[in-house]
């Protein structure tokens, strides 16, 4: 099984701020098949990328993804009040794994 | 618009048995694998099971597998969650969701409470 770590476990930023998650995978990750999901409380997570690297319809060009292999970061460029929230990694090359969650909260 | 909406939660006692149901509209049931992924109170997400598009193949985690069972019936555009066995450490919310690249779209969750 593909274990996925995601660090920090809590970023505190101020809205306007660049934000750097980083998810890293026990083994290499076929196809960057890796996606990233936002959730804020009481609701379902809300896909942002996939494919490491694409954004899902309706998704803000503030968010990015990168990398490969077995580290991928989500950006995001300027931090708007909507974008506080959790954030999941998901691996589904091998199996679906979930991360452990990164929470970007206000400083 | 798609729209998934699961139900069937409620309290459980452990070791007793649950059917969830996820109700699919606004898109073509038939042609989507779906998964099941469930959430315990302030944790994180945890994926269960998959189904294919046409029910041919299912995969489980291995938490789950053995005592949980994903179905779906393509004439009433419903995707199931047989579980039995539950125990305490399984109170949850448990939401579908539709596979296309990643999981692009998730019901609200239905809430299962394991308690005596």
């Known amino acids: 099984e593909i274990v996925l770590t995601q660090s920090p476990g809590t970023l505190s930023l101020s809205p306007g701020e660049r934000a750097t998650l980083s998810c890293r995978a026990s083994q290499s990750v076929s196809s960057n098949y890796l996606a990233w999901y936002q959730q804020k409380p009481g609701q379902a997570p809300r896909l942002l990328i996939y494919?490491?690297?694409s954004r899902a319809t309706g998704i803000p060009d503030r968010f990015s993804g990168s990398g490969s292999g077995t580290d991928f970061t989500l950006t995001i460029s300027r931090l708007e009040p909507e974008d506080f929230a959790v954030y999941y990694c998901q691996q589904y090359g091998s199996s679906f794994t979930f991360g452990p969650g990164t929470e970007v909260d206000i400083k | 618009q798609v729209q998934l909406v699961e139900s069937g939660g409620g309290v459980v006692q452990p070791g007793r048995s649950l059917k969830l149901s996820c109700a699919a509209s606004?898109?073509?049931?038939?042609?989507?694998?779906m998964h099941w992924v469930r959430q315990a109170p302030g944790k994180g997400l945890e994926w269960l099971a998959v189904i294919s598009y046409d029910g041919s193949r299912k995969y489980y985690a291995d938490s789950v597998k053995g005592r949980f069972t994903i179905s779906r019936d393509k004439s009433k555009n419903t995707l199931y969650l047989q579980m039995n066995s539950l125990g305490g450490e399984e109170t949850a919310v448990y939401y579908c969701a539709r596979e296309t690249e990643a999981l692009d779209y998730w019901g609200q969750g239905t809430l299962v409470t394991v308690s005596s």
């Open positions: 606004g898109f073509t049931f038939s042609s989507y694998a």
């Open positions: 494919g490491a690297s």
